[in-house]
């Protein structure tokens, strides 16, 4: 395992998304070795709450694909996967998931079909710009031939006119292994995007943690850890960042935020040490930050970046908007009516979910009063979800203007 020079090949982020028990998390550990349902209250409910990670390694070996860690082939691509919850009530921690996803696998079972998250996912993938979707028809094994077929037609007319509308459909078997070299060959085509020279770096937290065990001599703690995905500029050991929103305190009943600023010690991809970071492929940095500061996920959904390089908190943004036609979700095709003063909506922003009460409604934007604060970069995609009787659902996509 630790022979291969990642830096030297290709990384990834790909989501698996689609409706709860078609068989992501079965699919995932198939194509990785690992489950990803690694919190035991998920164990115990057969559901991925958070978002799951899996890494693996495709290799080539003499023209079949592997993602055996005991490989002697050639190291093609080095790939995250993120296990995105399927369950309508999760639908917040998919968004977030989705931001940090450069490709996505959906996941439809052949003997269920279309079901109303499979749609949702869908139109999060838009939301989220994701344009490249692998559609996979899984448990093939227990329909009939001709139901496998009207099942590929279903999901042929399902994706029409959607950004998945050319994707390629694979019918597998997660279960019985059948096919899966189909989808490794998939992954193994998806465009990888190049870094801009000079960029400044944009990492997004998606989890933060203390990875010390009770007892450890203070002469062995480790500072806090950061996980989540680089997006865009690169980043080294020693570079020092800061990080916003940043840490949270409570005075006289308000929450107030402080941007954190802290020096990389070590870094991460998989179980390989790396020294230098570039996009692609889940990432996690080691700080200097007292361990406290990022235990039990409490720095997820902040962003970080090279000293001063992050545009100052906003408790106030204006963003330009695009609505769905109907309601996904819900499999009820209600009309998405228009935005009302003082209402409240769910924004999912890098890997931040937040909600904003509408202050001002325009033409073709809104501005919005946040609880929680965020770091409003330009041109940032944001999902745009409303409440419908206790169940938030996906109702636009727009961006910071």
Same mark, same amino acid.
């Given at each position: ?57 495709? #290799? ?58 499979? +749609? ?37 007319? #399902? ?12 019918? /597998?078997?997660?279960? +019985? ?7 490794? +060959? ?31 001599? *203070? ?48 870094? +991460? ?77 769910? *924004? ?23 609880? /929680?604060?965020?770091?409003? *970069? ?15 659902? *996906?109702?636009? #996509?727009?961006?910071? /203007?």
């Amino acid at each position: 395992m630790g022979k291969i020079d990642i830096s030297k090949i290709d990384t990834i982020n790909i989501g698996i998304v689609g409706h709860i028990d078609h068989g992501k998390t079965t699919l995932l550990q198939r194509l990785s070795g690992k489950w990803a349902d690694t919190h035991s209250e998920e164990l115990k409910r057969g559901i991925t709450i958070k978002l799951g990670y899996a890494d693996a390694v495709i #290799f080539d070996e003499d023209g079949k694909l592997s993602v055996d860690s005991e490989s002697k082939g050639n190291p093609l691509r080095y790939v995250t996967f993120v296990d995105a919850p399927g369950h309508e009530m999760l639908m917040a921690t998919m968004l977030s998931g989705a931001a940090i996803m450069d490709a996505a696998i959906l996941v439809v079972a052949a003997n269920e079909g279309i079901k109303p998250q499979t +749609q949702e996912h869908l139109v999060a993938l838009k939301a989220k710009k994701i344009k490249k979707v692998i559609i996979v028809q899984n448990k093939i094994d227990l329909i009939s031939k001709e139901q496998a077929v009207k099942n590929y037609k279903d999901i042929k007319e #399902f994706v029409k006119g959607t950004i998945a509308e050319d994707s390629p459909i694979i019918p /597998i078997s997660a279960q +019985q292994n059948v096919n899966l070299d189909k989808v490794l +060959q998939e992954i193994v085509n998806v465009e990888i995007v190049k870094p801009e020279k000079n960029e400044a770096p944009l990492f997004l937290v998606a989890r933060s943690f203390d990875i010390n065990k009770p007892g450890t001599m *203070l002469s062995e703690l480790h500072g806090g850890i950061l996980g989540g995905a680089l997006k865009k500029g690169t980043l080294k050991i020693g570079d020092v960042i800061e990080i916003k929103p940043g840490h949270s305190s409570k005075k006289h009943g308000v929450y107030e935020y402080k941007t954190i600023t802290s020096k990389i010690v070590s870094m +991460q991809k998989g179980n390989y040490p790396i020294t230098e970071a570039t996009p692609g492929g889940s990432l996690a940095i080691e700080t200097e930050l007292d361990p406290s500061l990022t235990k039990a996920d409490s720095l997820s959904g902040s962003v970080a970046s090279l000293e001063g390089a992050l545009p100052e908190i906003s408790e106030k943004i204006t963003i330009s908007y695009t609505l769905f036609g109907e309601v996904f979700g819900s499999g009820s095709h209600e009309e998405v009516a228009e935005f009302k003063m003082n209402e409240l909506l769910m *924004l999912s922003m890098n890997t931040t979910i937040t909600v904003g009460k509408v202050v001002k409604v325009g033409k073709d934007s809104i501005e919005l009063a946040l609880k /929680i604060p965020v770091v409003p *970069l330009k041109k940032e995609s944001i999902g745009i979800a409303r409440n419908f009787g206790g169940h938030w659902r *996906l109702i636009g #996509f727009g961006e910071i /203007i």
